[in-house]
């Protein structure tokens, strides 16, 4: 079973920058589709991006497409979210999740769909 940590959160300026890593362990990455929740207080965990096993295929919501980049390395068993031209729309709480290699096509984004989840990390962006 696989185990996964995010870090890299904090405090940005509107237009900032800022990389999510999520870190795995217990299980080799590349036995897993990645994906990318975040929640805002209040809301509904909402799917930002996803990338399968091997890279190949990549999905983002279209709230974030263009601005942010999923990737992964799974020689470090990482996978990274790029946020760029950060909002404040964009502050939330950000998750890693993981599910079994091509179980779903990529396109298939509801948390349901994913069975192992991180902690989270807050990204909070300011105007």
């Known amino acids: 079973q696989v185990q996964l940590v995010e870090s890299g959160g904090g405090m940005a300026q509107t237009g900032d920058s800022l990389r999510l890593s999520c870190a795995t362990s217990?299980?080799?990455?590349?036995?897993?589709?990645m994906a990318w929740f975040r929640q805002a207080p209040g809301k509904e965990r909402l799917f930002v991006a996803a990338i399968s096993w091997g890279s190949i295929k990549i999905y983002y919501a279209d709230s974030v497409k263009g601005r942010f980049t999923i990737s992964r390395d799974n020689a470090k068993n990482t996978v990274y979210l790029h946020l760029n031209d950060v909002k404040p729309e964009d502050t939330a709480v950000y998750y890693c999740?993981?599910?079994?290699?091509?179980?779903?096509?990529?396109?298939?984004?509801?948390?349901?769909?994913?069975?192992?989840w991180g902690q989270g990390t807050q990204v909070t962006v300011s105007s």
């Open positions: 217990g299980s080799p990455s590349s036995n897993y589709d």
């Open positions: 999740a993981a599910r079994q290699r091509s179980l779903h096509s990529i396109q298939t984004s509801t948390p349901n769909t994913y069975y192992y």
